[in-house]
């Protein structure tokens, strides 16, 4: 616990959080007491970052990913019954509705801004839970807290994000190529409810499939530097999860124009390719940063006359968010680890 000397030296906290690819659920179908399990990577280079600090709240500004944060740290005031005078300040934010953790992310970076400016234990899974988020997935959680390639347990009977049960780093070399339509939205919210209430049953076998997969295929690959067995085995959990969800989404992937450049790039060399979530962001996997690249440019010359899709290459990100915390000393940054353990 920070003590109270601590707290009152403590004047602003500031949060960078990394944003998250979603690979795949890999068993849909529950029958063993679990449902969802899911596999992600967590993002460099392209994150959420908020400011909170003791003033008036009427500077939050008028931006909607500041009113969601807002909304976010009214509802944890409220449920730790504590006053809200809080200013809040958003710079770059990972884009919403697009697949990559927004929501989640930016739940999360209030939560540990609240606790590191308050004194108040927040840890991210309980932050989750108040918030409401991480409800089939706890790969946000993991992102947030670690870094790396996640895989979570799945959803079981407990009303909490499920548990992450592995977490391994990212080859260095590697690269992800994001294929951005800004014209589209992933599902979210009703919709997407309502999507996972219609969707046809998930057959059994094709559930253990996946997890075979996961963990015989694609994790071992990871652990050894293998970008192409990697890949191949997100690409194989892809096209099975997404022909699942195709009835939702209007086919294997929710962007048409996002579907067409990931049926070109295993040709430009890309080892795997997919969407996160429901997207419409569709990745793809490379081995080594000048294939990433070359194939980035090869792609902006195709559809050059496409203003809605936009080209992005990421590194893997093996570190979870960074708390910085600013008082009259000075500024103190640790990732969130560290920031954890001090407040535990």
């Known amino acids: 616990m920070i003590c109270g000397e601590q707290r009152r030296t403590v004047d602003a906290v500031r949060v960078e959080v990394p944003a998250r690819l979603h690979l795949g659920f890999l068993d849909m179908e529950g029958g063993l007491g679990r449902r969802f399990g899911s596999l992600g990577l967590t993002l460099d280079g392209l994150g959420t970052e908020l400011t909170l600090l ?12 500041c009113d969601r944060a807002r909304g976010y740290l009214d ?35 209030v939560g540990a801004a609240l606790s590191a400016l308050t004194g108040r234990v927040l840890p991210p899974r309980r932050v989750a839970g108040l918030l409401d988020r991480g409800a089939r997935s706890g790969i946000g959680v993991g992102a947030f807290e670690q870094g790396g390639v996640i895989l979570d347990g799945g959803k ?19 690269r992800m190529l994001l ?19 219609d969707l046809p049953p998930f057959p059994a076998d094709k559930a253990a499939h ?19 067995r990697f890949g191949a085995a997100v690409t194989e959990l892809q096209s099975v999860v997404g022909d699942h969800f195709a009835p939702a989404q209007g086919g294997r992937f929710s962007s048409p124009d996002v579907a067409e450049v990931l049926r070109w790039l295993p040709s430009a060399g890309a080892a795997g390719v997919g969407q996160s979530s429901w997207g419409p962001t569709g990745f793809a996997i490379f081995g080594d940063a000048g294939s990433a690249e070359r194939a980035a440019e090869d792609a902006r010359a195709r559809w050059r006359g496409q203003a809605n899709l936009r ?19 000075g500024a103190v940054a640790a990732e969130y680890e560290t920031v954890a353990k001090k407040t535990a």
Do not use: K
């Not at 003791?54 to 990913?65: H, T, Y």
């Not at 809040?88 to 989640?104: A, D, F, K, M, Q």
């Open 311 to 329: 080209f992005v290459v990421c590194r893997g990100r093996n570190r979870g968010a960074v708390v910085e915390t600013f008082s009259g000393h």
């Open 54 to 65: 003791r003033g008036d709240p009427a500077g939050d500004g008028p931006r909607p990913a």
């Open 179 to 197: 294929v951005f339509d800004d014209a589209n939205r992933g599902l979210s919210g009703t919709a997407e409810t309502v999507a996972f209430r």
């Open 156 to 174: 079981g009977a407990l009303d909490e994000p499920p548990p992450v049960i592995s977490r391994m780093a990212l080859p260095e070399a590697w």
């Open 210 to 228: 996946l997890c075979r997969l996961a963990l015989m295929v694609g994790l071992p690959a990871l652990a050894e530097g293998d970008a192409v």
């Open 75 to 109: 509802r944890l005031c409220e449920a730790l019954d504590m006053e809200t005078g809080f200013a809040l300040r958003l710079g770059r934010t990972i884009p919403s509705h697009s697949g990559l953790g927004s929501g989640t992310q930016l739940a999360l970076a």
